[in-house]
């Protein structure tokens, strides 16, 4: 299997601040790779696909970037709405999560 | 507006087959541009894929290496529906339960979930 690492585990931030979190692949992926959104007893969203194709209905300030092992999932202004729980998902082998990143306030 | 609806008990016995199955509304299970697929999340193991079933002319299905001895998933036409059976359950399969669609965006490529069933605490417990 295809292992997927976020780091961090946890970010403390500010509504208005700049937040990258980073996935790295245990091997080459291309840009098979997906992020989601996951509040409190509510399914994962999708927001990005193949690396940085931004799904409809979601707002611009998050961006996706990267290829090969290592990719960023960027929101360039946080807002209140994207306090929650960040995965990154790899598709091109069978499909594996990375443990998740909690965004909390500062 | 493509909708997932899933049903199925909250509490299952050791041994016994947990069941879930997941209804669809504003696509069809027999779709040329869709798979359709469970996942589970738990504290122990986050979120796992456990498989999913396609139609390109005929029906396919692809399953996880760690449950592929005991998983079923099956499409219901007549029902636009379709369903998780796993076998001889124990407490490590306690987890919520998702079914979710992917959408065949490039021909022969796996994709990533656009859409999610509302989850479902499934608990292993005599």
């Known amino acids: 299997d295809i292992q997927m690492t976020q780091s961090p585990s946890t970010l403390s931030a500010s509504v208005g601040d700049r937040v990258t979190i980073t996935c790295r692949a245990s091997?080459?992926?291309?840009?098979?790779l997906a992020w989601y959104q996951q509040k409190p007893g509510k399914a994962p969203k999708l927001l990005i696909y193949?690396?940085?194709n931004l799904e409809s209905g979601v707002p611009s300030r998050f961006s996706g970037s990267g290829s090969g092992t290592e990719f960023t999932l960027t929101i360039s202004s946080l807002q209140p709405d994207d306090f929650a729980t960040y995965y990154c998902?790899?598709?091109?082998?069978?499909?594996?999560f990375g443990q998740g990143t909690k965004v909390e306030i500062k | 507006q493509v909708q997932l609806q899933q049903s199925g008990p909250g509490l299952v016995k050791p041994s016994q087959t947990l069941s879930l199955t997941c209804a669809i509304s504003g696509d069809s299970v027999s779709s040329n541009s869709a798979a359709w697929n469970w996942i589970r999340q738990s504290p122990s193991r986050g979120l796992e894929w456990l498989g999913r079933?396609?139609?390109?002319?005929?029906?396919?299905?692809d399953y996880a290496a760690s449950v592929r001895s005991r998983i079923n998933i099956n499409p219901d036409t007549s029902k636009n529906q379709f369903s998780l059976q796993l076998n001889s359950v124990t407490p490590e399969d306690t987890a919520v339960y998702y079914c979710?669609?992917?959408?065949?965006?490039?021909?022969?490529?796996?994709?990533?979930?656009?859409?999610w069933g509302q989850g479902g605490l499934v608990t292993v417990s005599s």
């Open positions: 193949k690396a940085s």
């Open positions: 979710a669609r992917e959408p065949r965006r490039e021909a022969g490529r796996k994709a990533d979930f656009d859409y």
């Open positions: 091997q080459s992926i291309s840009s098979w």
């Open positions: 079933t396609y139609y390109r002319s005929k029906w396919y299905n």
């Open positions: 998902q790899q598709y091109d082998g069978y499909w594996t």
